[in-house]
């Protein structure tokens, strides 16, 4: 016979619920419960129906898939320049931030993210030559590998083309892919809100 929450007295539930996360809570001599394991398990918890159940998530598969971030991506090259996405599918940077510059970052494999123009409707792509377009349909082109520099900058490298990232000159116009390497500073960018 089982017991369903719902028919307990409320101090026996919130007496279970204090039992659970006196339990759960990490302990100062265990090496095994690293920040990282507590937040999954947090992660895993939150997705759970109950506050009690624990969920299994799969740390290969699909976990991060869907969590979408908004931001404008800023490369501090020249003045400092903001990447945007036009409807005509014409990739450049501009100073001051605009609608076309609100890109929607959605992870698609694990360090493999998608840039998508939210004004635009378009994706960031690049082609097998190093230049940078606007998309309207997803593609393998529109994958990129989103790296995290020794600056907290970002580098964005071709997921098709590998070898290949995203790159700003000095006067906001964008590099070829091929051209450019994550040690010149046309390659670091930072994601803003």
């Known amino acids: ?3 369903h929450a719902s028919w307990l007295p409320v101090p026996l539930l919130v007496w279970g619920l204090v039992c659970t996360s ?3 809570a990490p302990f100062a001599g265990r090496q095994t419960d690293t920040p990282e394991r507590h937040w999954e398990t947090l992660y895993s918890r939150s997705l759970a129906r109950n506050p009690w159940e624990k969920r299994e998530i799969n740390r290969d598969g699909d976990y991060l898939t869907g ?5 404008r991506l800023y490369c501090n090259v020249g003045i400092g320049f903001h990447i945007q996405v036009l409807p005509d599918g014409k990739i ?3 100073h001051n931030e605009n609608r076309y510059s609100l890109l929607e970052i959605s992870p ?3 360090g493999v993210v998608t840039l998508f123009g939210v004004r635009s409707g378009m994706f960031l792509a690049m082609n097998s030559k190093g230049k940078l377009y606007g998309s309207g349909h997803y593609n393998d082109e529109c ?4 790296n995290l520099l020794a600056n907290n900058y970002n580098a964005y490298e071709s997921a098709a083309h590998p070898g290949m990232y995203i790159g ?3 006067t906001g116009k964008t590099k070829k892919g091929n051209r450019v390497t994550p040690a010149m500073t046309v ?3 930072l994601p803003r809100i």
């Open 1 to 3: 016979m089982s017991v």
């Open 22 to 24: 006196v339990r759960t």
């Open 67 to 71: 969590i979408k971030r908004l931001r």
């Open 92 to 94: 450049t940077g501009i």
């Open 108 to 110: 698609v494999e694990r």
């Open 143 to 146: 994958k990129f590998k989103e």
């Open 168 to 170: 700003l000159s000095k």
């Open 187 to 189: 390659t670091h960018f």
